[in-house]
């Protein structure tokens, strides 16, 4: 089985290539390498000979027409995408043009392969995306593959035109699509302006640890290895036409999240005073989303896919992750634009 990967050099792309190479895939890594990407994430099978990388943007369609007559592969995982909520806010036209743009012109080059060779019945167009799309919840709820779709951000909004896009192929087109919308990950690889990594890198630089808000915005987190281990699942086994929602089971309040790091930072990196004290509550974003919460149910009884780790086991290893790989975090924070972020705009 060949996969075309789009966006594997960024972080959950790069965790799919890694997972889907480990499991005797070949796989064709397409990514434009924005700012996001990182080849060292797929350092680790960048000379296996069932892996090859193609430097192409997924909005030149000439270019995309040209891997898949090169490569010819036998499934697609869509990942491609600007990703970043606080930079949608800063900068939408990006959002636009990678995430609608770049989909749609993806789905007309996939459209084109897979109808010129004849519609092989076992292609599959699998596009990966976000919990972000159904909203916000209250205190109570969870998100099912039926809930309306209700986006607060230009990234949400991005993200569920390009679902709504994807599904209108499959219906109009006959395409053979399958959609995942996942919660929050975490994990290895993970860029160092995201959330999760900027509470552990501020707090080792001991550094202050914001925390928007009063810190009670609930999120679902993911060990991004487990969805990986998800999205290969649906590839393989999930129904045409059909989305699955990903969780990690493993809802948890910012300022909770916050101080489990605290404690295991504690525990395996022992400062001369608790890490929690460094925590400083920050403004809240615009429109920022009170609570995401998965009902996993569907992945759950027709695939048979469930998590691996806890929220306290992946953070572990994550939090371990980053004192161990220190070279690849200090040569992100060095990017330009990315370094003055740190601290002040963290997100999910
Ligand atoms: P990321 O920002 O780490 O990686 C995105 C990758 O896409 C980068 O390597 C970048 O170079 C590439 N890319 C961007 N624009 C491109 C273009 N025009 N052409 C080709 N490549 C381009 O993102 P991520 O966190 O790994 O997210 C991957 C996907 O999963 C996205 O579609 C995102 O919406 C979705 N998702 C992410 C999360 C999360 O918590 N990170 C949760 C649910 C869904």
Redesign the pocket.
């Known amino acids: 089985m060949k996969l075309l990967v ?2 594997g ?5 790069s965790a799919v290539v890694r997972l889907a190479v480990a499991r005797g895939y070949a796989v064709v890594n ?5 700012y ?2 990182c080849l060292e994430n797929v350092a680790s099978v960048a000379d296996h000979p069932d892996y090859a990388f193609e430097h ?4 030149d369609g000439t270019a995309l027409d040209t891997v898949f007559a090169q490569h010819r592969p036998d499934s697609v995982m869509h ?6 909520v606080d930079r949608s806010i800063d900068g939408p036209g990006a959002f636009i043009e ?1 995430n609608v743009t ?1 989909t749609y012109t993806l789905l007309q080059a996939a459209r084109k392969y897979w109808e010129e060779r004849g519609r092989p019945e076992g292609f599959r167009f699998h596009h ?3 919990d972000e799309v159904y909203g916000s919840l209250g205190d109570t709820g969870l998100f099912t593959e039926e809930t309306a779709y209700a986006p607060n951000s230009p990234y949400s909004a991005s ?1 569920a035109a390009s679902d709504h896009l994807v599904r209108a192929w499959g219906e109009t087109y006959g395409l053979p699509v399958v959609l995942t919308n ?4 975490y994990g290895p690889y993970h ?1 160092p302006e995201k959330l999760i990594p900027v509470l552990i890198l501020n707090a080792l630089a001991g550094k202050d640890i914001p925390v928007y808000g009063a810190g009670k915005n609930v999120r679902d987190w993911l060990y991004v290895e487990d969805h990986a281990d998800a999205l290969l699942t649906v590839l393989e086994k999930g129904k045409l036409g059909r989305s699955y929602n990903i969780g990690g089971e493993n809802e948890a309040r910012n300022i909770d999240l916050v101080e489990m790091i605290c404690a295991i930072l504690d525990r395996v990196r022992p400062a001369n005073r608790p890490y929690a004290s460094l925590i400083t509550f920050v403004e809240d974003r615009p429109g920022h989303d009170l609570r995401y919460a998965i009902d996993p149910s569907r992945i759950r009884q027709e695939l048979g896919w469930r998590p691996s780790v806890t929220l306290e086991q992946g953070l572990e290893k994550t939090v371990r992750w980053y004192l161990e790989n220190e070279a690849w975090w200090r040569a992100l924070q060095d990017r330009d634009g990315v370094g003055k972020r740190l601290g002040t705009t963290p997100n ?1």
Do not use: M
């Open positions: 789009t966006g050099a960024g972080f959950i792309g397409l990514d434009a390498l924005t996001a990407a192409v943007d997924i909005r990942l491609a995408a600007e990703s970043h990678t770049g990966i995306s976000t993200k996942c919660s929050n990950n860029f999910g």
